[in-house]
Structure formats: C-alpha cells, structure tokens
C-alpha cells in the first residue's frame, strides 16, 4: 500500500539529506586533505593523507544536521546562561558579558512595555 504524502515527505528528506551528506563530505575531504598534505608533508600528505581524511569526511558527512545546528545551539546556551546563571558561575563569563552588553538595552528599552503587561 503506498502512502502518497508521507512518501513524498520522505522522498523529500532523505533527498536534502543525501544533497547534505554529498555537500558537507566533499568540504570536509578537501579541508582535511589539504591539511593532511601541508602537516605530514607532500609524500605522506600526499600518498597517505586520503585515508584519514576519508574517515574524517565520511563521519562528519553522517552528522551534518548536527554540525549545521551547532552555531544555533551555542547561542541558545548563551542565552540559557545570560538569564539564569551569574557571571561567576557561567562557563563562558567573558562571551556571556558581551552578549548581556549588547541585550541590555533592548532588554531596558523593553522594559516599560513589559512593566506594563506583565507585572500589573
């Protein structure tokens, strides 16, 4: 029995993830290999520097929609700590100062409006 819309969901979705695997691969694999070749030197760079990078490639490829996600995780954590967490304890005190100097003001600037509706 076929499904026509779930089938195509999933025909869509294993198509943006092979485009993702292909994509995110290739760029690994040239980066890696390229640093394989300017480490170990152009013979063994060169001669042997496509098998770890094909590993590297290959592994990083499978979790792309991780590495994808990871900036938009580091922010939520950012965030995560800005509101509930002093700077003392905060694993990143210096980023988390910066990013509560840049969300102060909007944070003041929204504050009348917040007054406002939330605390009345």
């Not at 509560?100 to 929204?110: G, H, N, T």
Request: hydrophobic content about 55%; glycine content about 10%; aromatic content about 24%.
């Amino acid at each position: 029995m076929r499904y026509p819309i779930t089938d195509d969901l999933t025909d869509k979705a294993f198509a943006i993830y092979g485009w993702g695997f292909v994509i995110t691969g290739s760029i690994v694999f040239v980066g890696s290999y390229i640093y394989c070749i300017t480490t170990y030197g152009f013979l063994f760079g060169v001669g042997l520097g496509w098998l770890p990078s094909l590993i590297v490639a290959f592994l990083a490829a499978l979790l792309w929609p991780l590495i994808f996600l990871l900036p938009e995780l580091f922010i939520f954590l950012l965030l995560i700590g800005y509101f509930f967490f002093d700077d003392a304890t905060y694993l990143f005190g210096p980023l988390a100062y910066g990013v509560r100097l840049l969300l102060d003001p909007i944070f003041l600037w929204l504050d009348p409006f917040l007054n406002e509706h939330f605390y009345n």
